[in-house]
C-alpha cells in the first residue's frame, strides 16, 4: 500500500532539494489559501440562491469565473512545474536518482 504524503510536506522537501524549483512555483501553501476562500465564494453565492436571497446573475457568474480561471491556472501551474519537480526531489531524496537526470 503506497504511503500517502501530505503536499506541504513534498513542497518542503522540494524546497530543500531544489531551491530553484520551489522559487519558480512560488507559495504554494499561499495559493491554496487563496483557492480555498474563493471555493468558499463560490458556496457563500450558491447558498444565496439556494435560499431565494437577492442576488444578480452577474455576481454569482463573476464568483463562480474567478474560481473557475484561477483553478485552471492553478493546476495547470502544478501539473507543469509542481508535479514533476517534487518526483525529481523525491527520487534524489530516496537515492533512485541521481542530480543530473
Same mark, same amino acid.
Request: glycine share 4%; aromatic share 4%; hydrophobic share 40%.
Given at each position: 500500500?503506497?504511503?500517502?504524503?501530505?503536499?506541504?510536506?513534498?513542497?518542503?522537501?522540494?524546497?530543500?532539494?531544489?531551491?530553484?524549483?520551489?522559487?519558480?512555483?512560488?507559495?504554494?501553501?499561499?495559493?491554496h489559501r487563496s483557492g480555498a476562500k474563493r471555493l468558499q465564494r463560490v458556496a457563500?453565492?450558491?447558498?444565496?440562491?439556494?435560499?431565494?436571497? #437577492?442576488?444578480? &446573475?452577474?455576481?454569482?457568474?463573476?464568483?463562480? *469565473? /474567478? =474560481?473557475? #480561471?484561477?483553478? &485552471?491556472?492553478?493546476?495547470?501551474?502544478?501539473? *507543469? /512545474? =509542481?508535479?514533476?519537480?517534487?518526483?525529481?526531489?523525491?527520487?534524489?531524496?530516496?537515492?533512485?536518482?541521481?542530480p543530473q537526470n
Amino acid at each position: 500500500m503506497p504511503t500517502i504524503i501530505p503536499r506541504g510536506h513534498v513542497f518542503e522537501k522540494l524546497k530543500s532539494c531544489d531551491p530553484a524549483a520551489a522559487a519558480n512555483i512560488g507559495d504554494l501553501a499561499a495559493e491554496h489559501r487563496s483557492g480555498a476562500k474563493r471555493l468558499q465564494r463560490v458556496a457563500q453565492a450558491v447558498e444565496s440562491v439556494l435560499s431565494d436571497r #437577492e442576488v444578480l &446573475r452577474e455576481t454569482v457568474h463573476g464568483i463562480v *469565473r /474567478d =474560481f473557475i #480561471e484561477h483553478e &485552471r491556472r492553478h493546476i495547470a501551474m502544478e501539473e *507543469r /512545474d =509542481f508535479f514533476p519537480a517534487a518526483v525529481r526531489a523525491l527520487q534524489l531524496r530516496s537515492g533512485r536518482r541521481s542530480p543530473q537526470n
